[in-house]
């Protein structure tokens, strides 16, 4: 079946730099992506989402790029501070349910 | 404040029990989900409900009931059945209508004893 995965499941990176989470997916249809955060024992926050007619979409430090030819999605975020550690996890939709598909995280810790 | 309650935070069962986890949401969303998250993966899906009255089992609905009473509750229950439950349970919502943008409830973590 279709899914959606991550290529690394734990990034280290120094508070101060930027950082680069990345998503692949495999359902061609796929024309809704959405990046969440979640904190230990908690649930996930949305972070910022794009549709499959844009290729970038920026919020605050967060920006999102979107690859449909290599069906790859990735997060950047800007200055990466102690409170960006967390779990990030990227979701698609397509068709007409319109329901989220999940991939498997990617654990971020800043380093100080 | 507007929002997704789960409660409670903590949940143990003992063989043969059944539980009840609550999710209750004032957003006047119309579709409510339920998620079980293992450690170390993503979010599985195991009820969802678009409308009062109506709802459709997800990927791994088996030893899993729930109800749709009212648009602001979707309790689900974990049955005997379940013969791994101890994991940690999202409830989500979204307005519904084609936006597929979850809300999320600060989840229950349920433990068997």
């Known amino acids: 079946g279709e899914s959606v995965g991550l290529h690394l499941p734990t990034l280290s990176v120094q508070e101060g730099d930027n950082s680069i989470i990345n998503c692949a997916y495999s359902?061609?249809?796929?024309?809704?992506f959405i990046w969440y955060k979640q904190e230990s024992g908690k649930g996930p926050q949305f972070i910022i989402d794009i549709r499959s007619n844009m290729d970038k979409r920026q919020g605050q430090r967060v920006t999102v790029l979107l690859n449909k030819t290599v069906k790859h999605l990735s997060l950047q975020i800007a200055a990466t501070q102690p409170g960006d550690s967390a779990v990030y996890f990227c979701a698609e939709s397509s068709g007409s349910a319109r329901q989220l598909t999940f991939g498997s995280g990617t654990q971020l810790t800043v380093l100080p | 404040d507007g929002g997704i309650t789960q409660s409670p935070k903590y949940l143990f069962r003992k063989e043969g029990q059944n539980v009840t986890l609550s999710c209750e949401q004032n957003l006047n969303h119309d579709a409510m989900y339920w998620y079980r998250q293992d450690p170390g993966q993503g979010l599985r899906l195991i009820y969802y409900?678009?409308?009062?009255?109506?709802?459709q089992k997800g990927d791994i609905a088996e030893g899993y009931s729930v109800s749709r009473e009212k648009k602001e509750s979707f309790p689900l229950t974990v049955t005997s059945a379940q013969k791994n439950p101890t994991a940690f349970y999202l409830c989500?919502?979204?307005?519904?209508?084609?936006?597929?943008?979850?809300?999320f409830g600060s989840g229950t973590q349920l433990s068997v004893l």
């Open positions: 989500a919502s979204t307005p519904g209508q084609g936006n597929e943008k979850l809300f």
């Open positions: 409900s678009q409308i009062v009255n109506d709802f």
């Open positions: 359902n061609s249809a796929s024309d809704y």
